[in-house]
């Protein structure tokens, strides 16, 4: 997709689309008044028709009849004026090519707020992810159009910020784009070694370092833990080391972690049906750590970065992991196996322990690790825990920042009896109640004192029917709040 800074009319200008936006307060006025004119008055008509008064996540959609240069009008709602934000403005982007995308190949946007900086980068963003398709598999019935130009003609950036704007929001729109792409891959294609070759192809494009681990490395190390989990397995497991090195010598260190299951069936204490279709998804935090070092070149953060992935799957075969086995991590910790579907913390448990060695100064996981969280937040909402409050404070403003909802769950004290093992250090299940709690408590003991924080994205890291702002399928949900964070350290 292409976006450039036009001063064409907008009554004139030849496209596909002319995309208007409005305010709750403002009614029919300014430039898209002009263009009801022009039309005889067919937006006021159609927003009556439809209740349409500028509401956030609202639009509606004319065809002009040949009245003005471009094919169709659409007028999007940028809500109550008080309320403006860039977050709205990626809103507006994703809701106005979600709209559009069948029919648009050319889109020229005019908005009624000015698009200062900060809110093209939102609105790129927007247009780039709400234009996300799946359909690589699909042998016809593909959409043949997709959107390839879009011109914006209200926006006073000077042309080196408009620029710098452009790269911003693609870098972290296609990021995250990939992310879902490797999420949606099917799980006969994209297996633990798919995911290694996905890491080492990045490598080589953004000159980063790349080490992937197989079994018999794991073994030398002492990774117990994803290797009794890959055992129940035909695929070979892998674990993923990617480092990224700032121009500038760095004064900080951090590992992004994440949890690469390419199938959970739950292995032995294998998932009922309805339960184990769409568990694909569970490698979602390794897309999104692969699809942060992906953008991480173009974006420069000053800070030494690990991308870290322990990649298997879990399946039940002959030599399968089971209840009451005892493993040890890479840290030397033992855990007992009290069900083997809670295997997410016990590839975890290596990875973390890894990041320690490696003298890092912060880490930060990502895992669809509990539905415990989908109960506690719901679908939309990833849980956040940690044990260094700054550090949770950081990653809450980056979710912010990024317009992605993160809630922090407390660890508690109490709960922690729950995990304790009569016959190892610790158990990788707790009681009923407080599972994501309680899997987080399981984390933290493979930190050490390194801050650390957990997000626990099982509810928005896939959704089954699509939502407002994501597409249906894997969404890339933290992509954009990491990159964030790295950039604000
Ligand atoms: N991958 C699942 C968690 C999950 C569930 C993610 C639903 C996305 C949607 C994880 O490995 C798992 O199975 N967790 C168990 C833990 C339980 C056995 C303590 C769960 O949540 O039921
Ligand atoms: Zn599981
Ligand atoms: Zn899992």
Wanted: one cysteine or more; aromatic letters at 6%.
């Amino acid at each position: 997709m292409d976006f450039k800074q036009s001063d064409a009319n907008v009554l004139r200008i030849k496209c596909s689309v002319l995309a208007l936006t409005r305010f709750e307060e403002d009614g029919i006025t300014g430039t898209v008044k002009k263009v009801d004119s022009a039309l005889g008055g067919a937006l006021s008509l159609i927003s009556q028709d439809e209740k349409f008064n500028g509401e956030l996540g609202k639009s509606v959609l004319v065809n002009t009849l040949g009245k003005i240069g471009a094919e169709r009008v659409l007028l999007v709602g940028l809500g109550k004026k008080v309320a403006l934000s860039s977050d709205n403005f990626r809103k507006v982007g994703i809701l106005t090519a979600k709209k559009v995308k069948q029919f648009a190949e050319t889109i020229t946007f005019n908005s009624e707020a000015d698009l200062k900086k900060g809110y093209l980068t939102a609105l790129i963003e927007g247009l780039t992810l709400g234009s996300y398709e799946f359909d690589k598999y699909k042998t016809n019935n593909k959409k043949v159009n997709g959107i390839k130009t879009v011109e914006f003609i209200s926006s006073t950036l000077t042309e080196r910020s408009f620029k710098q704007e452009v790269e911003f929001a693609r870098a972290i729109s296609d990021a995250t784009n990939f992310a879902r792409d490797l999420i949606n891959e099917p799980p006969i294609v994209l297996t633990p070694a798919k995911l290694a070759d996905f890491a080492r192809e990045i490598a080589t494009e953004e000159k980063l370092q790349c080490e992937i681990f197989d079994r018999d490395e794991m073994e030398k190390r002492g990774m117990g833990g994803l290797i009794a989990v890959s055992l129940g397995s035909e695929e070979p497991p892998k674990f993923i080391h990617l480092t990224y090195e700032p121009r500038k010598k760095p004064k900080k260190a951090v590992a992004v972690v994440g949890k690469g299951i390419t199938f959970d069936t739950g292995g032995l204490c294998i998932k009922p049906r309805d339960s184990m279709r769409t568990m694909k998804m569970d490698m979602s935090g390794a897309a999104c750590v692969l699809g942060v070092m992906k953008a991480i070149t173009k974006l420069n953060p000053s800070v030494r970065v690990h991308g870290l992935i322990s990649a298997t799957e879990n399946m039940p075969g002959g030599k399968a992991y089971k209840p009451d086995d005892i493993v040890r991590a890479l840290n030397g910790k033992t855990i007992e196996v009290i069900d083997t579907d809670a295997e997410g913390r016990v590839v975890l448990s290596d990875a973390l322990s890894y990041a320690v060695e490696l003298k890092v100064d912060e880490i930060v996981d990502l895992a669809t690790l509990t539905g415990a969280c989908i109960v506690a937040l719901g679908n939309y909402t990833a849980g956040l825990m940690g044990n260094n409050e700054k550090l949770i404070d950081k990653i809450l403003k980056a979710a912010k920042l990024a317009g992605e909802k993160v809630w922090q769950l407390p660890m508690d004290d109490e709960l922690r009896k729950d995990i304790e093992s009569d016959v190892a250090d610790v158990k990788n299940v707790g009681n009923r109640w407080g599972g994501a709690i309680t899997a987080a408590m399981f984390l933290e003991k493979f930190v050490g004192d390194t801050p650390w924080a957990h997000l626990d994205i099982a509810g928005p890291a896939f959704m089954e029917r699509g939502g407002d702002w994501y597409p249906k399928g894997g969404t890339g949900f933290g992509v954009r709040t990491i990159i964030r964070y790295l950039l604000e350290m």
